[in-house]
């Protein structure tokens, strides 16, 4: 366990975080995990000025908020409320419903729970950007909406989202999921394909000078293999000779893709085309720190305070929120 992450049970959760000063203290700690650091000048010593939760730089008297810069920035919700949001959000392993996380906390206005619970999931986007992934990956299209439509790659009236695990070898030879992306794509292009692949480090080397993303494992869709000429990977192909063997020859895609069915169709019970991605930012989110599950919490509140905020308005774009969505 490194980098400041602490394995945290509920009980001690609850201990740790009952007062807005445990969770200032705690959130500091995120933010500057080696020590305070001023902005303006570089100096690493400051007076915390409790009662407006600012730090004044005994340097040159510069005065930082604690949550400049983070998704509580200008917030007028108690940072109680923020750490319950936050440890159910990276605990369920299903999500949480907004309308029931607005109970809980006692948060008045359902809009601002589900901003709180947006700005979150930016935050785990955010954080997930940084990544790339290498090796080996695995990919195949998955397809969301309403239900009785036409299933499949002809589909109008479903998203399609192209799905992408990177594998590693364990110890016994066999093949081990790391980090997973859930990409909203146009279509089942390609192009499309290609455009996703560019972006999650086709093209990018090791410090050896060696290819990160080598090779695609895919169901042989021609697409894939148009997608991956273009971009010089080798292209792995299984047969499927039914659509059930789908989950045994790509099988750590359709685990995802499973997660991402079961989230989606569960606690949000559908959610809306503009903030789809955002949900899908969720999933793989928890997906890609699987091993590290006690220290879930401790490691979504670094990835919050590093990250700049969304407003509400950004969030709508005229669209305002109904509840699930």
Wanted: proline residues 3%; aromatic residues 10%; glycine residues 10%.
């Amino acid at each position: 366990m490194g980098k400041g992450y602490e394995e945290r049970s509920l009980l001690a959760f609850q201990r740790a975080f009952g007062s807005e000063e445990g969770c200032a203290q705690h959130l500091a700690r995120q933010r500057w995990p080696e020590g305070f650091v001023c902005p303006r000048c570089g100096h690493g010593s400051a007076w915390f000025l409790r009662g407006r939760t600012l730090y004044d730089c005994q340097r040159c008297r510069h005065q930082t908020s604690l949550t400049a810069g983070t998704i509580f920035h200008r917030t007028r919700t108690p940072l109680v409320k923020w750490y319950w949001l936050l440890y159910r959000m990276a605990m369920d392993k299903v999500g949480g419903s907004v309308a029931e996380m607005q109970r809980l906390l006692e948060i008045p206005d359902y809009k601002t729970a589900w901003a709180m619970a947006h700005k979150v999931r930016k935050a785990m986007a955010d954080r997930d950007a940084r990544y790339r992934l290498a090796g080996l990956v695995e990919l195949d299209e998955a397809f969301f909406g309403p239900r009785g439509t036409t299933r499949g790659r002809g589909s109008e009236a479903k998203t399609t989202v192209l799905c992408a695990v990177s594998l590693y070898r364990d110890r016994t030879g066999q093949d081990r999921p790391g980090f997973a992306h859930l990409t909203i794509v146009a279509d089942a292009s390609a192009q499309s394909i290609a455009a996703v692949l560019e972006r999650l480090g086709c093209g990018s080397t090791t410090p050896e000078g060696r290819a990160l993303l080598a090779a695609i494992r895919t169901d042989g869709w021609r697409a894939y293999g148009k997608a991956a000429k273009a971009k010089g990977l080798e292209h792995c192909r299984v047969v499927l000779r039914s659509p059930a063997e789908a989950g045994r020859l790509l099988p750590w895609v359709h685990r995802v893709i499973s997660n991402a069915t079961a989230v989606i169709r569960g606690a949000h019970r559908g959610v809306s085309p503009q903030h789809f991605q955002s949900y899908l930012a969720e999933i793989c989110y928890r997906f890609n720190r699987r091993f590290w599950e006690k220290e879930l919490f401790d490691r979504l509140v670094r990835a919050c305070g590093s990250t700049e905020t969304i407003t509400y308005r950004d969030l709508t774009r005229g669209v305002e929120p109904t509840k699930g969505h």
